[in-house]
């Protein structure tokens, strides 16, 4: 028997160097292609990230906002109500005030009569993140019309 039969040892080792080279390729293949296996992947956690950051960073920043919005609104009626009872004395109107801004989620940190004029200042507290407290300040003066 002579020839590439299937018995032929030659034949056998013919076959043999074609499929290892055909293994190689396939590696060197797969092994250059594998030096960018999961680029992607890394690109969009990253991305993933700076969604998540920015949108903790714009809760943060609304909810400082809300409380100082908060602030200004408790401080105007409180020296709205304050300025109602003017004519009662400082004690009355600023209890009429406190009462209002406690009401309004705040803390009276000042309260002036000054003529029939009320003068309040606001604090409100908020938990802009987990662990970081805020106090944002308002300020409001109420009295009657002069003209």
Known sequence: MTGGGRGCPA??????????RKAAGEERRRMSAGGDRGGATVLLLAVGVAFVAFGVVGAAVGGA??????????????????????MLGATIACESARAIVTDNGGRLV???????????TVEVTATVLPGL????????????LRG
């Open 110 to 120: 000042s309260c002036q009569l000054e003529g029939l004029d009320l003068l309040v």
């Open 65 to 86: 906002r809300i409380a100082r919005q908060q602030a200004g609104v408790a401080a105007d009626l409180g020296a709205l109500a304050g300025a109602a009872s003017a």
């Open 11 to 20: 034949a056998g080792r013919d076959e043999g160097a074609r499929l290892g």
């Open 133 to 144: 407290v805020r106090a944002a300040t308002g300020r409001a003066r109420a009295g009657p």
